[in-house]
């Protein structure tokens, strides 16, 4: 079974900080991906990467970076952090997308709140 | 632009009852997926639909598509309270996407006894 694992559920930071949030999963897949996901808006694509140090901006990457220096691991960071990016952030992997019909597979999820 | 729009967006049913959830997509699309969030927790796929009158059933959900209308629908047959749940359908991008989804906002399901 994927297992694609978050390193914290709930998150409380003050604004101006510098947030880390972690994501590793264990099926070798290429592809990871962050989102972030608001009341009506449904999931939008923060980055996603593709193979390790590759990375490409999603729809809505301002205000963030990511790093991948491993293949499991895949780092969404916060570099100033703002009250407007108080959100639900989920991490997804998912094997390569030409060709392959399966799913992308989420984490459970960090709830991030910036004071 | 891909854009993925779902309706409607809150549903409120009663046991026993069917129903369905609209997903449309205003460009050409390879696959769409059909996933279900509960609360606090998760997204969890539920189907991936490929060519054009695919369907896939589970249980009391069936998935279809219809590729040229730009548009899918998940049916809900005899509705139980453990359906209660967001479901969300997202469409892969086109090209070398490596398989970027772009979802819609979600329908939130509620079943009342």
């Known amino acids: 079974d994927v297992k694609v694992t978050q390193s914290s559920r709930y998150l409380v930071k003050r604004t101006g900080e510098k947030v880390f949030l972690e994501c590793v999963q264990d099926?070798?897949?290429?592809?990871m991906f962050w989102y972030r996901q608001d009341p009506g808006l449904g999931l939008r694509l923060i980055y996603f990467?593709?193979?390790?140090?590759?990375?490409e901006k999603g729809d809505i990457p301002e205000g963030y970076s990511v790093s991948r220096e491993k293949k499991e691991r895949f780092s969404l960071i916060l570099e100033s952090a703002s009250t407007n990016q108080t959100s639900m952030y989920l991490c997804?992997?998912?094997?390569?997308?030409?060709?392959?019909?399966?799913?992308?597979?989420f984490g459970d999820g960090t709830r991030l709140s910036i004071l | 632009e891909l854009k993925v729009e779902q309706n409607p967006l809150f549903l409120s049913m009663q046991e026993g009852k069917n129903y369905t959830i609209y997903c449309n997509y205003s460009?050409?699309?390879?696959?769409l997926y059909w996933y279900r969030q509960d609360p606090g927790k998760s997204l969890e796929s539920l189907f991936v639909?490929?060519?054009?009158?695919a369907v896939k059933q589970e249980g009391r959900l069936m998935a279809s598509l219809d590729t040229k209308a730009r548009l899918s629908t998940l049916h809900i047959t005899a509705a139980v309270h453990d359906l209660s749940a967001t479901y969300f359908c997202a469409v892969t991008r086109g090209g070398t996407s490596y398989g970027k989804l772009t979802f819609g906002q979600g329908t939130i399901l509620t079943v009342h006894p």
């Open positions: 460009t050409t699309s390879d696959r």
């Open positions: 639909l490929l060519s054009n009158g």
């Open positions: 997804a992997s998912s094997s390569l997308g030409q060709g392959s019909n399966q799913p992308q597979h």
């Open positions: 099926m070798d897949h290429e592809n």
């Open positions: 990467s593709y193979d390790v140090k590759m990375k």
